[in-house]
């Protein structure tokens, strides 16, 4: 009994073991990505253990240009693309842990340098070039459409350009791929379609004359689709309408000056401009007759065509007709009686005439 008491009595006496540390595990990725030709740093991290970290290599390689350090950074320039799976150890007191981990050395990643292109113009040719960088050295960039849709009458050609005829209105997302060798990427962007300007190229009516066939398209550029015209104000000389499509047609019953406002609509644009049309008085005939009763030339005005002929008709008094000197005046007329006698006036324009022997006797041709 005496030596039980002593053995309860030491086993009494003993202390308690202590907790046991967190096991060891490494946390880190297990897929490493690299660059060739660049530096890169990659720390590995662990948990539990009962002391401080130290990192080494077990199976496997590191790439050339690659090296751990004992504080466990994975850093260099790797210079070949390859993929190294090797075994990363992490020891921490007497506690050693290891995780198989795979560093994927590639090319560099595409990357865009085209983010935006310009806005377009329905019904307007469209062009703009695409590019991208990186991927295999010396690859040549193939475009594709990942998403979306373009604008109808765009398309994309595998070498980058957006071009044609946009046909549809607003913003139109799509997806891009661009691959250079090995590597691919995709952007998201937007084609937008604007409907262009409405104009109104019609600044002003050309005149008209009387009895005579009158025809005027007005004209505009911009807008979408068809265009559509309307007389708003003013009114048309009598022998003239205007139809929708915006022409002015018919025949001037007599000389007028009229102002009038017409308005251009094509899809959501209009635009409204005041014009003014002249209507001239009919064509001057091509032939007239100045008499001499008395020493007067009757009528005093005498209106001709170009190219029109006026003849005068002297009487048994003896007259002359001398012009004044202007381009296009006739040859003058000497002293003459009984007698017809007729000039050409080839040029538009206003000739003056007089009879020298009877002072204040004079006369005017207007050609037109």
């Known amino acids: 009994m005496a030596l039980l008491g002593m053995l309860l009595a030491a086993c009494a006496g003993d202390q308690a073991p202590g907790p046991l540390p967190p096991p060891l595990a490494i946390d880190t990725t297990t897929a490493i990505p690299a660059v060739v030709g660049e530096a890169f740093s990659h720390t590995f991290t662990a948990t539990g253990g009962s002391g401080p970290y130290v990192w080494s290599i077990g199976d496997g390689a590191l790439p050339q240009g690659v090296g751990l350090s004992p504080a466990g950074v994975l850093s260099g320039t790797p210079n070949v693309v390859e ?21 994927a050395v590639d090319y560099p990643p595409v990357v865009f340098t085209t983010t935006t292109v310009p806005v377009a113009l329905w019904g307007r040719a469209y062009f703009a070039l695409l590019q991208a960088t990186g991927g295999t050295p010396g690859s040549v960039t193939a475009w594709s459409l990942a998403g979306g849709a373009l604008p109808a009458g765009v398309t994309l050609s595998a070498s980058g350009s957006l071009g044609g005829i946009p046909t549809s209105l607003g913003p139109h997302a799509v997806r891009l791929r661009a691959t250079r060798g090995t590597r691919s990427a995709e952007l998201d962007l937007q084609v937008r379609v604007d409907a262009p300007a409405l104009v109104m190229e019609t600044t002003a009516l050309p005149d008209a004359r009387a009895g005579q066939l009158y025809l005027v398209n007005l004209q505009a550029t911009g807008g979408v689709g068809a265009y559509t015209w309307r007389l708003t104000g003013g009114r048309l000389p009598t022998g003239l309408t205007f139809a929708a499509d915006g022409s002015i047609s018919g025949t001037p019953a007599s000389e007028d000056s009229v102002g009038l406002s017409v308005e251009v609509t094509s899809g959501t644009q209009q635009l409204t401009r005041s014009l003014g049309l002249l209507v001239e008085p009919e064509t001057y005939p091509a032939t007239a007759l100045v008499t001499m009763p008395g020493d007067v030339f009757s009528p005093f005005l005498i209106r001709v065509r170009p190219g029109g002929t006026v003849t005068w008709r002297f009487g048994a008094s003896p007259h002359n007709v001398i012009f004044a000197v202007a381009p296009g005046a006739p040859a003058n007329i000497d002293i003459v009686s009984s007698v017809d006698v007729s000039r050409v006036f080839p040029r538009p324009g206003e000739y003056r005439y007089d009879c020298t022997i009877h002072p204040g006797m004079a006369g005017r041709v207007e050609v037109r």
């Open 83 to 103: 993929q190294r799976t090797f075994t990363v150890r992490v020891t921490s007191g007497t506690a050693t842990a290891s995780r198989g981990v795979t560093l």
